[in-house]
């Protein structure tokens, strides 16, 4: 998307076009309402801080969307779309690593009671796995921010691909 379409759609249609970045309603609506944007990197830096911090009702619903890392996102939703194609980056990897990210994925929702969020794109699954088992020995108060920055770093990401379109 152009930027100059960006600031020229309507409200609905933006709010509409972010949600697959971020399904949060304060972020979406904070950033369609700061229009118009003098340019790319505005908006991203605009974005970087929007609606900060999340609620934490905001977080899981949020993460509800998300798949396990691994795992292949199910359904035809944008985000789901989005997800497949950042996760199909992190390319093959053994099965000793793939059972690892499984067992890590199911011990991390055990302790804090969500699914492993961190942004897949441009790291390899072994990189995830070191992550994950770093981020299962932290406390709730401890892995709550870096689930947020998980959530900004998705985000960004993503709006940076929708603005390159």
């Given amino acids: 998307m152009l930027l100059k379409d960006f600031n020229g759609a309507s409200r609905p249609e933006i709010i509409s076009a972010l949600r697959p970045c971020l399904d949060i309603q304060r972020w979406v609506e904070q950033i369609a309402d700061e229009r118009p944007f003098s ?7 605009f974005a970087r801080s929007a609606a900060s911090p999340f609620a934490a009702a905001e977080v ?3 993460l509800s969307h998300h798949p ?3 795992e292949v996102a199910a359904g035809e939703s944008s985000e789901a ?10 390319g093959e990897s053994s099965d000793a690593v793939i059972a690892a990210l499984a067992e890590g994925n199911r011990s991390y929702e055990e302790k804090f009671g969500r699914v492993f969020l ?6 390899s699954k072994e990189e995830i796995l070191e992550a994950l088992q770093v981020r299962i020995s932290h406390t709730a108060n401890e892995e709550e921010p870096i689930v947020q920055q998980q959530l900004r770093e998705i985000s960004i990401h993503r709006l940076r691909g929708m603005m390159s379109q």
Wanted: glycine share 10%; aromatic share 0%.
């Fill in 39 to 45: 340019s790319v990197e505005d908006l991203l830096n």
């Fill in 60 to 62: 899981e619903s949020a």
């Fill in 68 to 70: 396990r890392i691994g």
């Fill in 81 to 90: 779309k989005l997800s497949r194609g950042e996760q199909d980056a992190l």
């Fill in 118 to 123: 961190i942004r897949a794109a441009g790291r």
